[in-house]
């Protein structure tokens, strides 16, 4: 089981409801977010294109975080999700400066926090991560690759997609549609 | 134009706009490391080459300052932690992949040996100290029955410490300008520099502080040499790299690296060196300072340029 | 979903593994939701039904709250229409309206001068005694028609019932005058249908979506963005025209960056393309339209060339997607917009769309815009309403007949004594919208205010209209409260129910509460002659076969439509609500009431040198003004910056992230700086800013001070003669990197 997530720039109208849905969802305090908007603009007037990613922690299979975290904390779950156990993390920051896309932010109680795919509270019921399911524009797919009916491997087989920094060698399992 | 902002989100001070989750906290600890480091390298070298008498100060004094950088660099590691009561976590698993890990056990290993070692030669200080109990006393013989090999152990554990103050940095994929190799052995290069600077410092022996700025001008000179071919490499390569060497060559870094750290840190003290291993009268506490300094802003100047470099995307 | 099926895989295992992953998965501590699944306990977290108040579009959810009552999350009701299960950002983040310490906390008295900000609190019996003998007051001597409400939100419904049983129906919606009004007036006139919220648009189903200047996707009017994304999936053609590269134009095939104010000209060029080329639907044409040969000469002068020389867009781009539209015709929408008070000819350009619509064929198709139904209520048994004297139309002999809504712009005006009129407004209740922000030229608006006796504002926040209120009176968060049930227009008919999810906080108080109370206060008990809310609603839900129970659980109800004609049938026999029974190409309503019959295009005056023309616009995380201090949300966007190109920045000096202050060209300066956004997102001849933000209430800790506000800025109204709407897209705005000295303070 690979969980993975594609999210299509050309649906996404950037309207951040991804991030207050998972701020809601997964009680990130006010002041810090697990996903952001980003969006960016290239051209000249009126020659101009646009592209937007919520974006995430990536999940990578080859995540640097897992690598430099000295106590384990930062750890693969099932699926080949990237999680936090924050009774292991002592707080030290190496994930953080380890993270290429900078996904991870120092939670106020002191350890690390980011994106679960909302696995424990969501996934695990059957449920798309939170930010999946409250899209309006429907342009976020979740599921696992390696089944290879469900949503984000029909939509990955049938669509142009990249990832984001490949040269970073990270392997991100969150896919953007273009 | 091309305009890329975040929009929402990632309210993220400590990555926004560049990232800044290390302070002074972890230059200081990655200086003091290195400087106990090289003081305890150059104490078990000669202890092993049986120069001890020859190099007092190199051998019984300085390493007592080792076990005050060792816990002022372990508390200043502390105080950066953010889920400090969680410290022990570090102790419960050694994680090869991880430099943070294997550099808590170095130290773990590291910092109890320069305990040994200093209490070994606390009368040097304290000529009339007595240890009082028998059991101490008996430890105390067992460590000088086997010197040698507690030499062979602090030195080569000296070396690691001193390679993981860069290797810390260099681990960082992420950040490109600490990642590339070369940073593991400048930084050991510096930190025994500023081993050798706080021998000449502290010592009265004039043999021992000849031969220590010798070594002193060699280490700076591959120092030189190891931040030159560090230039050559960066720009050689990616556009992430070129990018990051130019905060150094013409960026926000230029002025501080090449005048704290190169020019007073490195050629001054080395000229003053020179000038003085010719016969010139100079002050003798100027060129080590400079060393010691230089060695501590290459430090904060690696650690805090490093947070500003990072990929495109 | 592979998901789901992982899932089962897991339950399968037995009980006693189950038990132990339960465990493992316990770390996460941050997650109040993360309950334990396999607890047969908790099988649902305690929700309760709601629709949303965030906005107007007024989404069904549900309500989460955690073990120990508080509320946590709020997401969309699968079964609704609206929102299909999905909230919007806004929606999502209406937590925070109810978490927001700024709160209005019990009802307050004003002491000082108006404006002023000083207040005593007041127990609710006070205030509404205060309130009762100044209304009595004001019946006394004007007539109770003095008094008038603005309302935006649905509690006003029910002071809407209280001032119409003391004899007003001056009831006014600035989302009339300052928004939508002038494309209902220009449908009503052409299909004798209005296009209703939500909008009629079968976007979903649509193979051509034309935006003039809508950008949806900054403005998040839910359905329509999800219909939209649909549309993108099934290869739709998106056409947007947009002097600013909007999100909506970052997705469509062709985006044309037209000359601002010349829109008309171009929707008259397509007309005339599509005629000349023969690309209408000739049957539908002939067989439901009025005036189609008057049009056809009418139009003739509107080449592409000429075009060309007054919007800017080369010929062939205007061919290209009149072509387009006419290849996925009748599937095709020219969207009416929704904010469309620009220029003062705007009930003009939405006649334009509509008659481009009705030639394409488009009215009545799958993919055009289908004809909705509304599940009906019967109202609570009450003696009829007292017939008013006089209406706000006295104000306004001969004008604006055409306006099939109350004109806010036209109340505040008539509140300003005049001795040109017998009467003037004399008391306002303002409902749930912040008027100083809503509605143009401020300084008319304060100049009302100073002239009335009563000025009774009902809101959840302070604002800056609140600030000039005689009496507050702080109503609880839709979170707390119970409402009217919500119906609206839809392909199928459904009604929604919005319940407390939780006590109200301080001492605020639901508006039917207030409305019953006052009403007792004023011996007018009758028209409120249910005890409470809940038997209210039963009673309704009872009528049309559900009840309060039920509703409770479900949120949301559909029913099936009583007719089968959500598009024509092929061939149908139609008779529009027009006086000529047809779609009206040419307008006998217009005609009659002295304006041109078929829309003419008259150029607008346009920005002098070192001035840009101010458009302003929507986040999609905000509703106007009412959302900036809600904590959730501005954590995604706390302040508005002023879209400037990257020419005209190089131009000025002006450095991304500067802040400046905009002084329009009646010498008006913001109040507060405004950060330099440089983009070559807007055109060189505009800036753009976000609306709402700039509030100058320095109760509200968040939004006090953040960004400018447009509305300070829009001093010159071009009032659309047709309907009273108010053309606000007329101001042009420079640069000052220093506030000057000797501005007054305005509070």
């Known amino acids: 089981m690979r969980y993975a997530m594609a999210i299509d720039t050309k649906k996404c109208v950037g309207c951040s409801d991804c991030v207050v849905a998972c701020q809601t969802e997964n009680n990130v305090p006010i002041g810090y977010c697990r996903d952001w908007i980003v969006e960016v603009t290239d051209g000249t007037y009126p020659q101009l294109e646009i592209e937007l990613r919520s974006e995430r922690c990536n999940h990578c299979e080859n995540a640097p975080c897992v690598r430099c975290c000295p106590t384990g904390a930062s750890h693969y779950e099932d699926g080949g999700a990237v999680l936090v156990t924050p009774d292991k993390c002592i707080g030290c920051g190496a994930c953080i400066t380890s993270c290429p896309y900078d996904a991870r932010y120092s939670h106020p109680d002191g350890y690390v926090d980011k994106c679960t795919f909302c696995l424990d509270n969501r996934v695990k019921k059957g449920e798309d991560p939170a930010c999946v399911s409250v899209c309006p524009t429907k342009c976020m797919y979740f599921g696992d690759l390696d089944d290879l009916n469900s949503d984000v491997s029909q939509v990955l087989k049938k669509r142009k997609w990249k990832t984001l920094i490949p040269e970073a060698g990270t392997k991100p399992h969150v896919y953007y549609l273009i | 134009m091309k305009e890329e902002l975040i929009t929402s989100g990632r309210m993220n001070p400590y990555i926004d706009p560049h990232l800044n989750i290390w302070h002074w906290q972890i230059p200081l600890y990655l200086f003091l490391g290195g400087l106990a480091a090289g003081i305890l390298f150059f104490a078990a070298l000669y202890t092993i080459q049986g120069k001890a008498d020859k190099y007092p100060t190199a051998v019984k004094i300085a390493p007592l300052i080792t076990p005050f950088a060792l816990v002022l660099g372990l508390i200043a590691l502390f105080l950066d932690l953010k889920h400090k009561l969680y410290f022990w976590q570090l102790y419960t698993t050694l994680r090869l992949e991880s430099p943070m890990s294997w550099g808590a056990w170095t130290l773990m290993v590291v910092t109890p040996l320069s305990f040994v070692w200093s209490a070994l030669n606390i009368r040097q200080i304290f000529p009339n100290w007595d240890w009082r109990y028998s059991w101490v006393k008996n430890i105390e013989a067992f460590f000088r029955k086997n010197i040698i090999t507690l030499s062979w152990i602090l030195l080569i554990f000296s070396l690691i410490l001193g390679v993981y103050t860069g290797i810390l940095f260099s681990a960082f994929n992420a950040r490109p300008l600490w990642n590339t190799s070369i940073l593991g052995p400048l930084f050991l290069a510096s930190g025994l520099s500023a081993g050798a600077a706080a021998i000449v410092l502290i010592s009265k022996n004039h043999f021992e502080r000849k031969q220590m700025a010798k070594i002193d001008l060699i280490i700076i000179g591959v120092e030189l040499f190891l931040i030159i071919h560090m230039f050559m490499g960066f720009l050689a390569s990616t556009q992430v790299q070129i990018d990051a060497a130019s905060l150094f060559l013409g960026g926000p870094y230029t002025t501080p690296f090449w005048l704290f750290v190169v020019t007073l840190g490195m050629v001054v003290p080395a000229v003053l060196e020179i000038l003085e291993l010719n016969g010139y009268r100079m002050p003798r506490w100027l060129a080590p300072v400079l060393i010691l300094f230089g060695s501590l802003m290459l430090r904060f100047i690696i650690a805090y340029a490093g947070q500003e470099s990072r990929w495109l995307y | ?747």
């Not at chain 3, 053609?237 to 008309?264: E, F, M, N, Q």
């Not at chain 3, 209406?391 to 002999?397: C, G, M």
């Not at chain 3, 329009?664 to 109040?671: A, M």
Request: hydrophobic fraction near 35%; charged fraction near 25%; aromatic fraction near 12%.
């Open chain 3, 1 to 747: 979903m592979s998901n789901r099926r992982e899932f089962i895989k897991i339950s399968s295992l037995g009980a006693g593994g189950l038990a132990l992953a339960a465990n493992t998965f316990s770390w996460s501590r941050g997650m109040s939701f993360a309950q334990d699944i396999f607890d047969d306990k908790a099988e649902e977290p305690i929700r309760t039904p709601t629709y949303c108040e965030l906005c107007f579009w007024k989404c069904a959810g549900w309500v989460y709250k955690d073990d120990i009552g508080d509320i946590r999350k709020i997401t969309g009701n699968d079964d609704d229409p609206h929102c299909n299960g999905r909230f919007c950002p806004r929606g999502t983040g209406g937590v925070g309206m109810y978490y927001d310490k700024d709160r209005l906390r019990r009802p307050l008295i004003r002491t000082g001068e108006k404006g002023e900000q000083t207040f005593r609190e007041a127990s609710w019996d006070e205030a509404f005694d205060y309130i009762a003998k100044k209304m009595n007051k004001i019946a006394e001597e004007h007539g109770p028609e003095c008094i008038a409400l603005f309302t935006h939100g649905s509690g006003g419904k029910f002071f809407s019932t209280l001032l119409k049983a003391f004899g007003s129906t001056n009831i006014a919606a600035p989302s009339f005058a300052q928004c939508r009004g002038p494309r209902e007036v220009g449908f009503l006139a052409t299909f004798g249908e209005l296009v209703l919220s939500p909008e009629r648009t079968d976007i979903r189903d649509t193979k051509c979506l034309v935006l003039i200047g809508s950008h949806l996707g900054e403005n998040m009017h839910n359905g329509q963005v999800q219909e939209m994304s649909d549309a993108i999936d099934k290869g739709a053609t998106i056409i947007t025209v947009d002097p600013r590269y909007s999100i909506a134009a970052g997705k469509s095939k062709y985006w044309l960056p037209i000359k601002p104010s010349t829109d008309l000209a171009l929707l008259l060029t397509w007309i005339n393309l599509i005629i000349q080329n023969e690309w209408y639907d000739k049957d539908y044409v002939e067989k439901y339209t009025y005036g189609f040969d008057v049009l056809k000469e009418t139009v003739k002068p509107y080449t592409p060339e000429w075009a060309y020389g007054i919007t800017g867009l080369k010929p062939d781009m205007i061919y290209d997607t009149a072509k387009a539209m006419h290849d996925a015709a009748p599937a095709v929408i020219i969207h009416p917009g929704r904010h469309v008070t620009w220029y003062g000819d705007d009930t003009q350009r939405s006649r334009a769309i509509a008659i481009l619509n009705a030639i394409l064929g488009s009215w009545g198709r799958r993919g055009g815009f289908y004809y909705p139904e509304v599940a009906s209520l019967p109202d609570y048994p009450h003696p009829p309403f007292p017939e008013p004297k006089r209406t706000w139309r006295d104000a306004f002999p001969g004008k604006f007949n055409l306006a099939n809504e109350v004109l806010s712009t036209g109340i505040c005006e008539a509140t300003i004594p005049n001795t040109a009129r017998d009467c003037s407004f004399k008391g306002w209740f303002v409902y749930g919208t912040n008027l100083i922000k809503t509605l143009p030229n401020r300084k008319q608006t304060l100049e009302a205010i100073q002239s009335l006796d009563l000025l009774v504002a009902i809101d959840t926040m302070p604002m800056e209209i609140t600030g000039y209120a005689d009496v507050i009176l702080p109503e609880c968060t839709y979170l707390e409260r119970y409402d009217l049930l919500r119906t609206s227009p839809h392909r199928e008919p459904n009604i929604a129910l919005r319940m407390p999810a939780a006590k109200p906080k301080y001492d605020t108080k639901p508006a039917w509460w207030m409305a019953k109370k006052l009403a007792s206060k004023l011996g007018l008990d009758e028209y409120f002659a249910w005890n409470d809310i809940e038997k209210l609603l039963d009673w309704q839900l009872k009528q049309i076969g559900s009840s309060l129970d039920e509703m409770k659980r479900i949120g949301v109800k559909k029913f099936p439509r009583k007719y089968d004609d959500l598009y024509f049938w092929p061939n149908q026999d139609f008779v529009f609500n027009t006086n000529s029974g047809k779609i009206e190409l040419y307008s006998t309503d217009m005609e009659n009431e002295g304006f041109d019959p078929i829309p003419k295009y008259t150029p607008h005056p346009e920005p002098p040198e070192g001035y840009y023309r101010l458009i302003y616009g929507r986040a999609p995380m905000h509703t106007f003004s009412r959302t900036i201090n809600n904590p959730n949300l501005v954590d995604l966007m706390a302040e508005n910056s002023v879209w400037i190109n990257p020419k005209v920045t190089k131009i000025w000096g002006l450095k991304n992230g500067q802040e400046i202050y905009l002084q329009n060209q009646d010498g008006v300066v913001s109040e507060f700086p405004i950060k330099v956004r440089a983009t070559e997102r807007i055109r060189w001849d505009s800036v753009y800013i976000v609306h709402g933000f700039g509030h100058s209430n320095k109760k509200l800790t968040r939004a006090f001070g953040k960004g400018a506000s447009d509305s300070e800025l829009i001093t010159n109204v071009m009032m659309d003669p047709v309907m009273g709407g108010t053309g606000m897209r007329g101001n042009f705005v420079t640069f000052l990197t220093e506030k000057p000295i000797g501005e007054e303070v305005k509070s």
